[in-house]
């Protein structure tokens, strides 16, 4: 079953605006991560934010986590056409050794 | 280009044939996992291979048969298949843990006829 629950489930922005999407999960967790996936392709990692950690930012991504209302949210600034993607966070629930991904958002950027 | 490396990109089988998918890392990872994709929708984890031993198995019926020859190789074989595991089928690769970013190949998209 899927921890994580994503939304909103599309986005579509004109490029230059922000997008953020936002991460919901169930159970106390040790890390969330965030990872991207272009058409056809497999899943990239972006950044990887621990249970102690508030926020971290990598380039034009701005991630937010907030273990008292198990959320997190994904910020990507000045945002381009090659940023069309469905972006997942993932979770690793503490014990589990494995990650669950949430559903994902469908995020498209219009020239 | 992807570090995990997975043959083949796509795949047609009948509901009778055995077929294997493969993948490959070359980066020292510990871990290899397999994944199936159907469309619009997240990664579901089938198996979780560490340290070439099989650590989980999700209740994946036993149609789909994991294999890990080496540190580097990562099988899995198929067998009587069903139209609905027509699906992508990813194979990623990690240090290990869930502490760990997971490296992604491409998939191997399968469609059953």
């Known amino acids: 079953s899927q921890q994580g629950e994503e939304d909103p489930q599309a986005l579509s922005i004109q490029e230059g605006e922000n997008a953020t999407m936002n991460c919901s999960y169930k159970?106390?967790?040790?890390?969330l991560q965030w990872y991207r996936q272009n058409s056809g392709r497999g899943l990239v990692h972006l950044i990887l934010?621990?249970?102690?950690?508030r926020e971290k930012h990598s380039g034009r991504l701005r991630v937010t986590l907030d273990t008292s209302k198990k959320s997190s949210s994904l910020l990507i600034t000045a945002s381009r056409a090659a940023d069309t993607a469905s972006y997942f966070c993932a979770t690793d629930p503490q014990g589990a050794q494995k990650l669950v991904f949430g559903q994902g958002t469908r995020l498209t950027i219009n020239p | 280009d992807t570090e995990v490396t997975q043959t083949p990109k796509h795949l047609v089988m009948g509901m009778t044939n055995k077929k294997s998918l493969k993948c490959e890392q070359h980066m020292g990872h510990r871990a290899m996992y397999w994944y199936k994709q159907k469309a619009k929708k997240p990664p579901e984890l089938m198996f979780v291979?560490?340290?070439?031993?099989?650590?989980i198995n999700e209740s994946v019926p036993s149609r789909f048969s994991p294999e890990c020859p080496n540190s580097s190789l990562l099988n899995l074989h198929l067998h009587a298949l069903q139209p609905e595991d027509s699906a992508l089928y990813l194979c990623a690769s990690s240090q290990g843990g869930g502490d760990q970013p997971q490296h992604f190949g491409d998939g191997t998209r399968l469609s059953i006829l």
């Open positions: 159970t106390s967790i040790n890390n």
């Open positions: 934010i621990r249970s102690n950690e």
């Open positions: 291979y560490s340290y070439e031993k099989l650590s």
